[in-house]
């Protein structure tokens, strides 16, 4: 059975810096994975996702330039790095893992494109 946990929310300000953590088991850690988030009374919407192999990477136009995924296969672990943080970056954030095994391909934002997910972990930024 695949576990997903995320780590490392909190209370940031905003211009600040979090950094949240997202460890895989029960599975091979070789497939591409994706953080979402979701906002009080918003819809999930994708922020990042990054291939097996951590060649490539994708984001969301809100978060490109501050945020950066990056993994540690040998960890079983995904992370995003969240920099010039906003306050409508509050949110809770989900880590997710894709489907695919291929080492290249970057999952995105269809959430069909994942079968597994965390309970995700609260972001919050204050002004």
């Known amino acids: 059975q695949v576990q997903v946990a995320e780590s490392g929310g909190g209370l940031g300000q905003a211009g600040g810096s979090l950094r949240l953590s997202c460890e895989v088991s029960g599975r091979a850690f070789s497939y591409g994975m994706g953080w979402f988030r979701q906002a009080p009374g918003k819809e999930r919407e994708f922020v990042a996702g990054i291939s097996a192999s951590g060649s490539g990477t994708r984001y969301a136009d809100s978060v490109k330039g501050r945020f950066t995924i990056s993994r540690a296969n040998a960890k079983n672990t995904v992370y995003l790095q969240m920099n010039t943080l906003k306050p409508e970056d509050t949110a809770v954030y989900y880590c997710?893992?894709?489907?695919?095994?291929?080492?290249?391909?970057?999952?995105?934002?269809?959430?069909?494109?994942?079968?597994?997910w965390g309970q995700g972990t609260q972001v919050t930024v204050s002004s």
């Open positions: 997710a893992v894709g489907w695919s095994t291929s080492s290249v391909y970057v999952p995105g934002p269809l959430q069909n494109e994942y079968d597994s």
